[in-house]
């Protein structure tokens, strides 16, 4: 019953689908795709204030653990994949499981953190805002049920609050709260079927080992000039894409060597971007 409704409504979406929409949707979808969320959180982390990057990325990688465990768990099929009426608009981004909507729920955890840690209530409008408009594209672009992006979008909410107690809470001890929350996804090793959590959780130690290299012996500090933040943002992207290709090119392609790629990726961010920013005294 719920996947005959949900069915309906994708359907009921696209059917006001034409070429101005086409473009929207697939532009308004971006804000939940990994690219823009790296590049906003390499901004904040260098060049804004290393705090903030440190809550922002221990709230938006958790969250997208969270939201690949749950993929795993329930292996949901996209609605394209259950009725071959739906049109699918953005093949390249619906590779996976459906349940819960990955793309709502990273786009939404990015502007409800943000808020959480700015407190300004127009923040918490954009987090709807962005994060209502992403949840309709993934419905007109037919890649998701109504289910997934609900379910995606108050798990966005519900997390970045919830990291955002602990890393408060617990900062003085931030690198033992990052290893238990680390510890606690461990388990989805075993029974991730995708590539996705691999990935994500990579990510998420290089980001934990990296945070800990950077507070235990560089410890660098924010800038207020101009230049020096944007050379600070060109270094990390251009180091974390070079880290990146050239693994990829040696590495061969499976599951042990992308966990030691991606680890390597966040951790040079992180951890080692630092260093060379403070040699440089940027």
Not at 203 to 228: A, M, P, R
Request: net charge positive; hydrophobic share 50%.
């Amino acid at each position: 019953m719920v996947t005959e409704i949900g069915l309906k409504i994708v359907k009921g979406v696209q059917s006001i689908s034409n070429g101005f929409f086409d473009v929207f949707f697939n532009t308004v979808t971006m804000f939940g795709e990994e690219a823009l969320i790296i590049l906003l959180l390499v901004v904040i982390y260098f060049a804004v204030n290393k705090r903030f990057g440190e809550y922002l990325g221990y709230s938006i990688i958790s969250s997208m653990l969270v939201n690949t465990a749950i993929k795993n768990t329930f292996k949901a099929s996209r609605p394209f994949e259950v009725d071959d009426t739906i049109i699918n608009l953005r093949p390249e981004t619906s590779g996976g499981f459906s349940f819960p909507s990955g793309h709502t729920q990273s786009s939404t955890t990015v502007f409800a953190s943000i808020y959480n840690y700015c407190k300004k209530n127009y923040l918490l409008m954009i987090a709807l805002v962005v994060g209502s408009l992403v949840a309709l594209s993934r419905l007109y672009l037919g890649v998701h049920f109504p289910k997934d992006v609900i379910v995606g979008f108050a798990l966005a909410f519900l997390i970045s609050a919830l990291t955002y107690f602990l890393y408060n809470k617990f900062e003085k001890k931030k690198i033992t709260l990052f290893v238990i929350t680390g510890l606690g996804f461990a388990p989805f090793l075993f029974l991730a079927k995708t590539n996705d959590f691999i990935t994500i959780y990579a990510l998420y130690w290089g980001f934990v080992l990296g945070v800990f290299i950077e507070n235990k012996y560089v410890n660098f500090q924010d800038t207020t000039n101009n230049l020096n933040r944007l050379l600070r943002v060109l270094i990390a992207l251009v180091s974390v894409l070079i880290v990146y290709f050239v693994l990829k090119f040696v590495f061969p392609d499976n599951n042990i060597f992308r966990f030691i790629r991606y680890t390597c990726v966040s951790f040079v961010a992180i951890g080692i971007v630092p260093i060379v920013i403070k040699k440089l005294n940027l």
